[in-house]
T-cell receptor, first 112, second 115 residues
Framework: GQQLNQSPQSMFIQEGEDVSMNCTSSSIFNTWLWYKQDPGEGPVLLIALYKAGELTSNGRLTAQFGITRKDSFLNISASIPSDVGIYFCAGQIHSGNTPLVFGKGTRLSVIA | NAGVTQTPKFRILKIGQSMTLQCTQDMNHNYMYWYRQDPGMGLKLIYYSVGAGITDKGEVPNGYNVSRSTTEDFPLRLELAAPSQTSVYFC??????????????FGEGSRLTVL
């Protein structure tokens, strides 16, 4: 089945730094999504991308849907302590009832 | 705004015991899902449902059963608990339309330990 390769696996950054993470696949996806999981909670949707080449922002977060439809990246600018958590990418093929495929997550730690 | 509600939040089971994790959503979503998340790992799909009366296997269905008798409820049953089922279980729901895909809403999780 489809697999998503998410990198890096973990990151330690200083408060105020910018962060970049990405997700790649050998398959084409028609939707890319980015979720964040705070410690002890369920994932929450950050950004949804529906069109190849689309660049979308949500506050300090920016995500792009790769033009080949096989990748996506998420940038966080000027990180703050509450950015700590696990960030998951997810992709979906719009065929039948195909569920989302999730990456394994990027664990972000912010050092004040 | 309840969203997706899971019960119980924590449970300890002995090997061989059975239990049901409850999940209900009040958003009238057509799709519902069960995922498990092992420590330090990503989300693995156990079962999903595209509507009442319809369920399908995900990536790791062995040892679990589900039913979907109503739009709101999607319980997950463990028949003979094994230590390998120690995990955090997340229920999620989504509303699929011709223009909106994949926007899942997750519950807070149920932490299960099998000893």
């Amino acid at each position: 089945g489809q697999q998503l390769n998410q990198s890096p696996q973990s990151m330690f950054i200083q408060e105020g730094e910018d962060v970049s993470m990405n997700c790649t696949s050998s398959s084409i996806f028609n939707t890319w999504l980015w979720y964040k999981q705070d410690p002890g909670e369920g994932p929450v949707l950050l950004i949804a991308l529906y069109k190849a080449g689309e660049l979308t922002s949500n506050g300090r977060l920016t995500a792009q849907f790769g033009i080949t439809r096989k990748d996506s990246f998420l940038n966080i600018s000027a990180s703050i302590p509450s950015d700590v958590g696990i960030y998951f990418c997810a992709g979906q093929i719009h065929s039948g009832n195909t569920p989302l495929v999730f990456g394994k997550g990027t664990r972000l730690s912010v050092i004040a | 705004n309840a969203g997706v509600t899971q019960t119980p939040k924590f449970r300890i089971l002995k090997i061989g015991q059975s239990m049901t994790l409850q999940c209900t959503q009040d958003m009238n979503h057509n799709y519902m899902y069960w995922y498990r998340q092992d420590p330090g790992m990503g989300l693995k799909l156990i079962y999903y449902s595209v509507g009442a009366g319809i369920t399908d296997k995900g990536e790791v269905p062995n040892g679990y059963n589900v039913s979907r008798s109503t739009t709101e409820d999607f319980p997950l049953r463990l028949e003979l608990a094994a230590p390998s089922q120690t995990s955090v279980y997340f229920c999620a729901s989504s509303l699929l339309t011709p223009t909106v895909y994949g926007e899942l809403f997750f519950g807070e999780g149920s932490r299960l330990t099998v000893l």
